[in-house]
């Protein structure tokens, strides 16, 4: 399947975390609930998942599009979204991470995935991942519209690498363009040390509507981890 990758200027503008509610076909998709998820009722993590070939060509096909601003599929354009970028990757390789079974129109792109992953692979929290595995936030923009934090599932991106200090370095579209962020679940609330080292990007934007105790690093909103086993 052969998939073609427009690249584009970089515009930098404020952050907003997979804030595209709409979404391609299917038309299935997930409860607007907060899933109710059993991490011991998956498989034990983390097994080898996909092999390490099949991992470093995703990791590979997910660095061409840093930059890009637009994404086409067999000459279909692909949502622009952190979902929509996901999925393209995966599209490449002849995996649909839109392919689910849920049925719930009011679903984003998000949360087709990570059902999809969670029938077809496994989802879980850790603490280790490995690169061409998927990431999960929650939080990371107000979904259903009501100043609360309720939204789970709302950003998802690709392990690109994990650093020395167990930083995550992952591709996905946050702002204008589709970048490298940071993660690091041992230190979640820090986004820079003394010497200037990025521990966590800020994959939300600040709103005065905002709770109080609303994080935005992308630590203080990480959810899961998720690896698509082949079939």
């Known amino acids: 399947m052969r998939l073609l990758f427009i690249t584009g200027t970089i ?13 391609e076909s299917p038309q299935r998709s997930l409860s607007n609930q ?5 991490i011991t009722a998956h498989r034990p993590c983390c097994p080898s998942g996909l092999t390490s070939l ?13 930059g890009a601003t637009t994404i086409t599929s067999k000459g279909r354009k692909i949502t622009y979204d952190c979902a929509g970028v996901t999925r393209a990757v995966f599209l ?13 129109p009011n679903a984003n792109g998000v949360r087709l995935i990570y ?16 690169p061409g595995d998927l990431v999960f936030f929650d939080n990371t923009w107000d979904f259903n ?16 690498r994990i650093e020395s200090d ?7 579209r946050v702002a204008d363009a589709i970048q490298r962020y940071r993660m ?31 994080g935005r690093l992308a630590g203080e909103l990480f959810a899961f981890y998720g690896t698509r086993l082949p079939s």
């Open 11 to 23: 515009a930098v503008v404020t952050l907003v975390g997979c804030a595209t509610p709409s979404i």
């Open 34 to 38: 907060p899933p109710q998820i059993s």
């Open 54 to 66: 099949s991992r470093s060509t995703i990791v590979q096909t997910a660095a061409t599009l840093v």
């Open 92 to 104: 490449k390789h002849g995996i649909d991470l839109y392919d689910t079974e849920a049925d719930d």
């Open 115 to 130: 059902d999809h992953v969670r029938r077809h692979g496994i989802v879980h929290q850790g603490p280790a991942t490995q």
């Open 145 to 160: 519209g009501d100043g609360e934090l309720n939204d789970p599932l709302t950003h998802v991106g690709i392990v690109e």
């Open 166 to 172: 167990g930083t995550v370095v992952f591709i996905s």
């Open 184 to 214: 690091n679940l041992l230190h979640p609330h820090v986004h820079k040390t003394a010497d200037g080292r990025i521990l966590n990007d800020y994959i939300r934007r600040k709103l005065p509507s905002d709770p109080n105790r609303q």
